[in-house]
């Protein structure tokens, strides 16, 4: 930058503070991703009744991945702070849903719109060019 009747090494003081950056190279946590992930997708899974045993591995790894990604984000440099509880939290009621149905509860409010999801699937396919 230019400044009237000054020469550039006057203005080297401000280029300086644009050189250094306040960064700290904060990352986010793979483990708290993959906890969010697993947890969400677990509990999407669990509304069906063909998905159970699915839905039960997912909400198992989505609580191993919550709980490393609790540890990895209490560092500095490693944000996700919020995202391994909300899959902590997510693969916890997924296990809940998948343990009432062993106390013979039905929990598998998913089946009935099996048919409407296949009809709409078959919809969107047919609107795909095929080979």
Not at 54 to 75: D, I, N, P
């Amino acid at each position: 930058m230019a400044v009237w009747h000054r020469s550039p090494s006057e203005n080297s003081g401000l280029s300086e503070l644009f050189d250094v950056s306040p960064d700290v190279g904060a990352h986010t946590s793979m483990a708290a991703e993959a906890a969010l992930l697993l947890g969400v997708a677990s509990l999407l899974a669990a509304p069906f009744s063909v998905m159970f045993a699915v839905s039960a591995g997912l909400a198992a790894l989505g609580l191993v991945c919550g709980m490393v990604g609790l540890v990895t984000t209490s560092r500095r440099d490693v944000t996700g702070s919020a995202l391994a509880p909300v899959g902590l939290v997510a693969s916890l009621v997924t296990l809940a849903l998948l343990g009432l149905r062993y106390l013979g509860v039905d929990t598998a409010v998913g089946d009935r719109f099996a048919s409407d999801l296949q009809a709409a699937l078959e919809v969107l396919n047919s609107l795909l060019p095929q080979p």
